[in-house]
Nanobody, 117 residues
Framework: QVQLVESGGGLVQPGGSLRLSCAASGFTFRNYAMRWYRQAPGKERELVAIIGSTGGSTVYADSVKGRFTISRDNAKNTVYLQMNSLKPEDTAVYYC??????????WGQGTQVTISS
């Protein structure tokens, strides 16, 4: 049974930090590229960051470049999103996504991130 379980979301003040985790099971994690998406109320889902299967390549949305860092630990079947210098516009539900060969993908259930004073 494939599972992607996100954790680490919460309420943080502007300028603060959060670290999201996504624990994977039920598939060969090391073969999959991993992505973080987010969806704010009333907006479309947005791709935030991508990391290749070995962790050697990363890509970020312009809106988070320099503030967010995606990483993975293939020994722990876990992908992370370190989020620094958070802004109110980062408020969204954050989703973990696993992608293989461009046509096999899995989604987590999402974790809420709220940036507010």
């Amino acid at each position: 049974q494939v599972q992607l379980v996100e954790s680490g979301g919460g309420l943080v003040q502007p300028g603060g930090s959060l670290r999201l985790s996504c624990a994977a099971s039920g598939f060969t994690f090391r073969n999959y590229a991993m992505r973080w998406y987010r969806q704010a109320p009333g907006k479309e889902r947005e791709l935030v960051a991508i990391i290749g299967s070995t962790g050697g390549s990363t890509v970020y949305a312009d809106s988070v470049k320099g503030r967010f860092t995606i990483s993975r630990d293939n020994a722990k079947n876990t992908v992370y999103l370190q989020m620094n210098s958070l802004k109110p516009e980062d408020t969204a539900v954050y989703y973990c996504n696993a992608l293989y060969a461009l046509d096999v993908e899995y989604w987590g259930q999402g974790t809420q991130v709220t940036i507010s004073s």
